[in-house]
């Protein structure tokens, strides 16, 4: 039996000899030391043994287990070690080589304009109210004092969505965020419909319009609308709000003028133009030598208007405008085509 265990101890370090990885590592003990190894055989057929045997092929049973069991530890210690140090030799890290830029994002230049507007709006008293992109005729025309066949449609050239069976009402993509001032009147007059609260909000959003595409014109666009509705609101308030506005987006110095005009929804109806940021009013390309550039529409909401929104125009009147943070860009940057605004070129994307 004595003999037996050397010869067992032998073979088993023999075999540990030629191991050199974790697998084998883990395998040898299953073989050597496991519960189905020889070793483990002589300890179950001790009880077979005499009594005066037993101890003595016990204590060198065991001799040989914990040989074993020292052998496997270092032996397991060697292989990981040898590991490591190949990874080492073999998986140099240099340090020389030039790191991988990561691509920062940033808001699109249409959506930082947005909220340069609207916190100068926010400054001036004005909420933010929001509406839908897709429309119906009465919102975004008839409400607005367009009758069906009214010629100042030609102005806006629409993309509809559904037209069949909903007669002078069909389904379209909003031209302008102006049928916003509809809802937005009717959401504040329905909180007390005999006697309507002021209203002085701010509602951006982008707009749709059925345009050949050039450097001058896109299909989509963003404005901001502005509407102030309250007890005598006039002409003066619009001047001194429209001018409030133009010096904190383009600098104490800029001088801008009014010039009348026509919108159905509005009378009187102006435009205004800030003196050209590029010649500064002397006359060039940008400003097609007129020194000026237009940068919104406004006007005295019209009476009819003020009526769709629950008003009444004997008792409350007020001022709107509309403008389009793409245009504020283009003139402010000097940015020669609107295309580059949805053609995700980054290079230009990240100028901004
Ligand atoms: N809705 C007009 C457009 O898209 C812009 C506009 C002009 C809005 C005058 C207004 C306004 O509220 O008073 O061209």
């Known amino acids: 039996m004595q003999d037996k265990l050397n010869e067992i101890e032998k073979a088993a370090l023999t075999a540990l000899a030629e191991v050199n990885d974790p697998a084998m590592v883990e395998a040898w003990r299953v073989t050597h030391l496991g519960r189905s190894s020889e070793l483990m055989g002589v300890f179950s057929g001790l009880g077979k043994l005499s009594k005066e045997e037993r101890p003595v092929i016990g204590q060198a049973a065991n001799r040989v287990k914990v040989a074993l069991e020292a052998a496997l530890e270092e032996k397991a210690a060697a292989v990981k070690q040898a590991a490591l140090a190949k990874s080492l030799a073999e998986e140099k890290l ?66 509809f969505i559904e037209a069949e069976g909903r007669g002078d009402n069909p389904i379209l993509m909003r031209t302008h965020t102006s049928p916003g001032q509809i809802h937005a009147m009717r959401y504040f007059a329905a909180t007390d419909p005999s006697n309507p609260p002021p209203i002085r909000i701010a509602l951006p959003g982008m707009c749709f319009r059925y345009e050949q595409i050039t450097a001058r014109s896109e299909v989509q666009f963003n404005q901001v609308e502005g509407l102030a509705v309250g007890k005598n609101i006039t002409f003066a308030d619009l001047k001194g709000t429209i001018a409030d506005f133009v010096r904190r987006m383009f600098g104490e110095g800029a001088r801008l003028r009014f010039r009348a005009s026509y919108f159905p929804f509005t009378e009187p109806s102006a435009e205004v133009d800030v003196e050209c940021f590029v010649c500064g009013g002397k006359g060039c390309q940008v400003c097609k030598n007129s020194g000026w550039l237009e940068i919104l529409g406004c006007g005295m909401v019209h009476p009819n208007v003020l009526i769709a929104g629950g008003y009444d125009p004997k008792v409350y009147s007020g001022y709107a405008w509309g403008m389009g943070p793409e245009r504020q860009l283009m003139l402010r940057n000097k940015v020669g085509d609107i295309r580059y605004f949805w053609g995700n070129d980054v290079r230009f994307l990240e100028q901004f």
């Open 94 to 159: 240099d340090v020389t080589l030039p790191g991988r830029n990561k691509h920062v994002g940033r808001l699109h230049p249409s959506t930082q304009q947005l909220r340069r507007v609207l916190s100068i709006l926010a400054e001036m008293g004005f909420q933010v109210f929001t509406s839908r992109e897709v429309e119906t005729d009465e919102y975004n025309f008839q409400h607005l004092n367009f009758p069906p066949h009214h010629p100042a449609r030609d102005m806006q050239d629409t993309f």
